[in-house]
């Protein structure tokens, strides 16, 4: 499966690897040489924790320049009373009847604890291209789903403020 990436979040991961090739590198390697100087290797916590550190940061870089290279690229417009990429939309649950904020994002930009909720989610994809006034079946599974009503919508616009995922 590929992900849905926007312009705006290839640039957030292209900028993450140069900085962790160019500095978090750099600084991996003078660490486990540093804990390497301290003699024994084999109850040295230092040098465990510096190649740990070191392979942690070169898996980040692969995983962020393949998920870049897999990429599906979409667009973040969409039209002014549609639900679209990074606006923010007011849903109104009606088991619940509470009216919660969320705002549509990329899969890598996903973060549930901060209302940040992808459009392939359930409730993203429920949602997605609707309009205000709008009533929405949620499918959380084959057996289960909810109604939830589009209250309203805002055109956010992704200003750099939603971090990428750590995953």
Do not use: W
């Not at 990329?106 to 409730?123: A, C, H, M, Q, Y």
Request: charged residues 40%; aromatic residues 8%.
């Amino acid at each position: 499966m590929h992900d849905e990436l926007t312009e705006n979040d290839i640039k957030k991961m292209e900028a993450e690897i140069e900085h962790r090739k160019l500095v978090v590198r750099k600084q991996a390697l003078e660490d486990v040489k540093e804990a390497r100087a301290q003699g024994d290797l084999s109850e040295n916590f230092e040098y465990k924790a510096a190649k740990k550190f070191k392979n942690e940061n070169e898996s980040r870089i692969r995983y962020l320049e393949k998920m870049i290279k897999t990429a599906v690229i979409i667009s973040d417009e969409s039209k002014d009373d549609e639900v679209g990429m990074n606006n923010t939309v007011d849903v109104y649950f009606e088991d619940d009847d509470e009216t919660e904020t969320y705002k549509i994002v990329t899969t890598v930009r996903g973060n549930s604890l901060k209302n940040l909720i992808s459009k392939e989610s359930p409730l993203g994809a429920a949602i997605f291209g609707k309009k205000v006034g709008d009533r929405c079946e949620v499918k959380v599974n084959d057996s289960y789903s909810y109604f939830v009503q589009i209250r309203k919508i805002d055109n956010t616009t992704d200003d750099d403020s939603d971090a990428l995922r750590k995953f």
